[in-house]
C-alpha cells in the first residue's frame, strides 16, 4: 500500500459504541459502516458524535477528533456524568404499565431533557395489555396536561399501528430512545427497523454477549417509507438516572408546572420545601400542580445524584 493513502480524513457518526470500539458511518454516504478504535487514552466518544476518521483498510477507521456538539445528554452517578448521546433532537421516553414504569425515574429523565435543550415525548407502550394501560392512564393525563406529547402504542402486537402515531414525530429527526428495562425500546426500533434485530445480534456475537436485554446504545437510520430522513437510538435500560451534573436551578426549572410560579416565593432562596410563604407548596396543597411530581422533586433535590 502506497504510503499516502494515510493522508485524508473523512465525516463520520459514531453509530455504536461499546467499550473502547466503535461504529462509525460516513456522514456523505461514501461507504458503510466500519469498526473504528480510538487514538491514545481517548474513548468518551458516544453515539451520535461527529467525528473525523481515518480510513484504514477495508472496514476499519480511526477516530482523530471530535466535531463539537449540538446537543449533549448526559447522566451522573455518585462519581461521575455519563454521555448518553449527542446531537439528538428528541428523545422518547419510553414507559408501560406492566412491569409498572417509575415515575420518580421519569421526572429526572425529563429534567436532564428539558435541561439538554432536547424535544422529548412519552411513549406509552404495551397499549395491548389493558389493565395495565388502565392503570397508568391517569399519570399519562396529568403528562398530556403539561404539554408533553404522549403516544399510546403496542410496539410487540400493533407494530403497524405504532408506526403510524410515531410517523411525523419521528420525520426529519434524529430521536433518543431512553427508558428503564423492559419497557419495549428495542421492540419498538425493531417495528420501525426491519433489520435492526439482525444487526445488533452480529455485534453482540461479536461481543460474546447472548442476553437480550440491550448492552450497548446503537443508531439506525429508518426506512423512508417509515418515516423519512429520520434516524433512532436503542439505548440499554438504566435503574437510577442521577443529576449531579445540573445545578439546583437548572432542575428547578426543568418543572415545567413550576415556571408561572417562580419569583413569587416569600425568599428569594426558597427550596420550596418547608420555607414559610412558597408559592410552589402552597399550589400543590391547593391541587393546582401534580401534587406527586411535586414530592417527587423534593426527593430528588434531598438526593440528585
Ligand atoms: N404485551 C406487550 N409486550 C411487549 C410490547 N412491546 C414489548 N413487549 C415485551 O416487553 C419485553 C421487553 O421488551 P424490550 O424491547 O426488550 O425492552 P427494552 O426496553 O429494550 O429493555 P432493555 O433493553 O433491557 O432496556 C419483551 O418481552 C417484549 O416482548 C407490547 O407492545 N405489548
Ligand atoms: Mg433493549
Ligand atoms: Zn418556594
Not at 424535544?119 to 397499549?127: D, H, T
Amino acid at each position: 500500500m502506497p504510503s499516502s493513502a494515510a493522508a485524508a480524513t473523512d465525516l463520520a457518526r459514531v453509530a455504536a459504541s461499546f467499550g473502547r470500539q466503535f461504529y462509525v458511518r460516513s456522514c456523505s454516504g461514501a461507504w458503510p459502516e466500519r469498526v473504528a478504535v480510538t487514538r491514545g487514552k481517548r474513548t468518551d466518544f458516544c453515539v451520535g458524535d461527529e467525528v473525523e476518521v481515518r480510513l484504514i483498510g477495508p472496514d476499519q477507521a480511526v477516530i482523530e477528533s471530535l466535531r463539537p456538539r449540538r446537543t449533549a445528554l448526559l447522566r451522573s452517578d455518585r462519581w461521575r456524568s455519563k454521555l448518553l448521546a449527542a446531537n439528538v433532537d428528541q428523545a422518547g421516553i419510553v414507559i408501560a404499565g406492566d412491569p409498572p414504569f417509575s415515575e420518580a425515574l421519569l421526572v429526572r429523565m425529563l429534567i436532564a431533557i428539558d435541561s439538554a435543550g432536547i424535544g422529548v415525548a412519552l411513549i406509552a407502550n404495551k397499549s395491548d395489555l389493558e389493565d395495565a394501560a388502565r392503570s397508568i392512564a391517569p399519570r399519562l393525563a396529568a403528562y398530556r396536561a403539561l404539554g408533553y406529547p404522549v403516544f399510546e402504542i403496542a410496539a410487540g402486537t400493533r407494530p403497524a399501528e405504532a408506526r403510524a402515531r410515531l410517523r411525523d414525530w419521528l420525520a426529519g429527526r434524529t430521536t433518543l430512545l431512553v427508558g428503564q428495562s423492559g419497557m419495549g425500546k428495542s421492540t419498538l426500533v425493531n417495528t420501525l427497523v426491519p433489520d435492526a434485530d439482525l444487526r445488533t445480534q452480529a455485534i453482540s456475537a461479536a461481543l460474546s454477549s447472548g442476553r437480550h436485554t440491550t448492552t450497548f446504545s446503537r443508531m439506525f437510520d429508518l426506512p423512508a417509507e417509515v418515516a423519512r430522513d429520520a434516524r433512532i437510538v436503542d439505548t440499554p435500560g438504566f435503574q437510577s438516572f442521577g443529576l449531579a451534573h445540573l445545578s439546583a436551578s437548572q432542575r428547578m426549572h426543568a418543572m415545567r408546572e413550576f415556571a408561572p410560579l417562580l419569583g413569587r416565593c416569600r425568599f428569594n432562596d426558597c427550596r420550596h420545601r418547608d420555607e414559610p410563604g412558597c408559592a410552589i407548596r402552597e399550589a400543590a396543597a391547593r391541587g393546582e400542580i401534580d401534587a406527586t411530581r411535586y414530592r417527587l422533586y423534593l426527593r430528588i433535590e434531598e438526593e440528585p445524584d
